[in-house]
């Protein structure tokens, strides 16, 4: 299975407690869902907010027959389909990150993730023969969209849309909508370690949001983020993969290549306010690199980064509020 998932995690990626709190998980977009509300919510509330979630994964799945994605996919060289407006929006906002981040970053990927197939039943190594006969469709700039009609267009049979770089974000950020909707005061929604805080806290002091140790099992934290109500979402090499020789073939591809995007970082957390910025900004610095990535996350207003290399080695921008807590660790400064 590889959908729209970017990660499936047995535990909530962020270092509150929500289980001393009502919480609520449900398995969704191919991961781990849960959603925290800390005032006295109603029962309807968490299930308004999961039948949302449910409903943009009926709309963008690749998973799921007769979903938006899957008909625009099907049609692919063919004829353009008219989708649901937010379907059109999400796969607007992937072309603009596609644009911004040189195409490392590319909603297209779909024809390198059925080959792969890292998370699904059949993971295997493709030959150089068979990835070089899909990389011509990995080609963000041969989606066609047509505003008036609301109809996305892939221009080359075989071409596939994937959104999964992206969809858990603009589903974390509907979530809170409901419950700013609602009238909550506070809350966590963590979509598969994507993580959005909403609000301010009871005792007023400031959100923390661990981040994942890439190179441990689930749920033990290198360091915690801290601050006013913000996303945090990270792309991570440890996230979905399989092992073949020693080597690990992740779940984050190289649209240049088509190889599961190498480089000296393990993990690159973003930090802003969309989640859904955040999904595609993660997903597009991991595949840009350290160098290239910071360049693009310091380009942007109100976006601040975390990087883990696999040296255990850390940096961050200047603005990031980011405490290390594990020793094997080392942050270094500019
Ligand atoms: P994330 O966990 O948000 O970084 O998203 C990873 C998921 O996005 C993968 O499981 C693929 O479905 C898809 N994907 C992989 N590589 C890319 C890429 N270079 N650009 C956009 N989406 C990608
Ligand atoms: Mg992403």
Redesign the pocket.
Known sequence: M?SL???RKAEPAHAETPHAEPSRTEFLLGTVCSVTLYDQAEDSIYRDIFSRIDEIENRMSINISGTDVDRINAAAGVSAVQVHDEVFAVVERALHYAEISGG????T?GP??ALWD??GENPRVPSHEEIDAVLPLISWRDVELDRDNRSVFLKRPGMRL?L???A?GYAADEAVEIIGNAGLRQAIVDLGGNVLTYGVKKDLSPWRIGLQNPGDGRGSYVGVVHGAAMTVVT?GDY??FFEEDGIRYH?????FDGYP?RSSLSAVTIITASSMDA?AL???V??LGYEAGRALVESLDGVEAVFIFNDKSIRKTAGANFILSDEDFVLVGD
């Open positions: 590889s998932a970017g990660c490392a970053f590319d909603p990927v390198l993730v890292i998370a994937d999964g770089a992206i858990k792309s996230e979905r779940h984050i591809f190289s649209p995007a999904d993660s997903t597009a991991f595949v």
